[in-house]
T-cell receptor, first 117, second 111 residues
Framework: GAVVSQHPSWVICKSGTSVKIECRSL??????MFWYRQFPKQSLMLMAT?????????EQGVEKDKFLINHASLTLSTLTVTSAHPEDSSFYIC?????????????FGPGTRLTVL | DQQVKQNSPSLSVQEGRISILNCDYT??????FLWYKKYPAEGPTFLIS?????DKNEDGRFTVFLNKSAKHLSLHIVPSQPGDSAVYFC??????????FGEGTQLTVNP
């Protein structure tokens, strides 16, 4: 099946620093990538949707200046958490979809655990 | 507000028996539903889906049932196997690409 990787798998950073998380589709071209975050014992919450070559669409309540998303190629999207604070500590998961239909399968990465001290 | 709810955080069943995982939703615009399975340290993997024009979809040991009037769906796994032990998420979408997930149910299948 299709494989999506994320790097790093975990990161610890100091408050005020920026952290970049990469999401790659390894064996297919992803026209659309999604970024989610998950707090303990809660569901995955969609943060933003990005299509290759265009600006990301952010969900209500997600600060676009804080969570910068770049989808520069069909196999790579990055999420940069700028000026991270302890409340940004969470599990961030990306997914990638090859087709443009909403019924096309989203393939998920393994997630990145971010801890902000 | 939580538009997709999985009220049982955990479920334990015996190997060979049926596992039934439940999911309720509130948004009547949802018309496509999915189940994902997640092992520790891995991302969710797609399991099975159902469109609102159907009330049942079957794939091997996995069957999803949809009751639109009750805004309820369920995933049946039969027979259950120890390798099925994982967290199961239901998800729903309306006309857009956005998936709304439930909180997940930890299934444990005991040998």
């Amino acid at each position: 099946g299709a494989v999506v990787s994320q790097h790093p798998s975990w990161v610890i950073c100091k408050s005020g620093t920026s952290v970049k998380i990469e999401c790659r589709s390894l064996d297919f071209q992803a026209t659309t990538m999604f970024w989610y975050r998950q707090f303990p014992k809660q569901s995955l919450m969609l943060m933003a949707t990005s299509n290759e070559g265009s600006k990301a669409t952010y969900e209500q309540g997600v600060e676009k200046d804080k969570f910068l998303i770049n989808h520069a190629s069909l196999t790579l999207s990055t999420l940069t958490v700028t000026s991270a604070h302890p409340e940004d500590s969470s599990f961030y998961i990306c997914s990638a979809r090859e087709g443009r239909q909403r019924t096309d399968t989203q393939y998920f990465g393994p997630g990145t655990r971010l801890t902000v001290l | 507000d939580q538009q997709v709810k999985q009220n049982s955080p955990s479920l334990s069943v015996q190997e060979g028996r049926i596992s039934i995982l439940n999911c309720d939703y509130t948004n009547s615009m949802f018309d496509y539903f999915l189940w994902y399975k997640k092992y520790p340290a891995e991302g969710p993997t797609f399991l099975i889906s159902i469109s609102s024009i159907k009330d049942k979809n079957e794939d091997g040991r996995f069957t999803v049932f949809l009751n639109k009037s009750a805004k309820h769906l369920s995933l049946h796994i039969v027979p259950s196997q120890p390798g099925d032990s994982a967290v199961y998420f239901c998800a729903a979408s309306d006309r857009g690409s956005r998936l709304t997930f439930g909180e997940g149910t930890q299934l444990t299948v005991n040998p």
